[in-house]
């Protein structure tokens, strides 16, 4: 069936560096995503999104870059702080009426 | 402006036992989002509302679970009778649009034991 999947379940960066988070879907009629922030004991947060008619966004020390050809999605975040620690999700709007479609997570954990 | 607000933020009830969570929707949002995420695997999508109606109801998974929106404003999701494999967190969004940011509150933590 479709999903939204992450390469890497756990990511782990040193204070400063950059962190680049990944996440592949398979759904080539999406035509939106989303990456979500979420801390513990909080709910998704939005970071930045992105459409299909686009490959590159960029916000706040946040980059997204969307690969349609390879059905590709990644988060780069910019100077990794510690208040950047979180669970990532990508979700994906398949076109299907406002539902999103979610990938496992990334737990991504800055050392000082 | 208030956020999406959900009630109880943790729930613990036994096997059997009748549970109802409530949402908030951000005021004037008329799409309102039921997902859960079970075990920490990925959050799935349960329903969406579009102002009472029910849009999409795919993502239910038996019919122990039934979500209402009367008025259109907030929104319940009653478990009856509640299982084991039930627990998880519970988060509902709220969006504007359908495509569009969504908002989501924080999740009510319900644990079936």
């Known amino acids: 069936g479709e999903s939204v999947g992450l390469h890497l379940p756990t990511l782990s960066v040193q204070e400063g560096d950059n962190s680049i988070i990944n996440c592949a879907y398979s759904?080539?009629?999406?035509?939106?995503f989303i990456w979500y922030k979420q801390e513990s004991g909080k709910g998704p947060q939005f970071i930045i999104d992105?459409?299909?008619?686009?490959d590159k966004r960029q916000g706040q020390r946040v980059t997204v870059l969307l690969n349609k050809t390879v059905k590709h999605l990644s988060l780069q975040i910019a100077a990794t702080q510690p208040g950047d620690s979180a669970v990532y999700f990508c979700?994906?709007?398949?076109?299907?009426?406002?539902?999103?479609?979610f990938g496992q997570g990334t737990e991504l954990s800055v050392k000082p | 402006e208030a956020g999406v607000t959900q009630f109880p933020s943790h729930s613990v009830i036994e096997k059997g036992q009748t549970v109802t969570l409530r949402c908030d929707p951000i005021s004037g949002h008329d799409n309102l989002y039921w997902y859960r995420r079970v075990m920490g695997k990925e959050i799935k999508f349960l329903l969406h509302?579009?102002?009472?109606?029910?849009?999409?109801e795919s993502g239910m998974p038996n019919n122990r679970f039934l979500a209402e929106r009367t008025g259109g404003t907030y929104s319940t999701l009653k478990v009856q009778p509640a299982e084991l494999e039930d627990s998880g967190v519970y988060f509902c969004?709220?969006?504007?649009?359908?495509?569009?940011?969504?908002?989501f509150g924080q999740g009510t933590r319900l644990t079936v034991v």
């Open positions: 969004a709220s969006s504007q649009d359908k495509k569009g940011e969504a908002f």
């Open positions: 759904n080539s009629a999406s035509d939106y």
């Open positions: 992105i459409r299909s008619n686009m």
């Open positions: 509302f579009v102002k009472e109606s029910k849009q999409d």
């Open positions: 979700a994906e709007d398949g076109n299907q009426g406002g539902k999103l479609i």
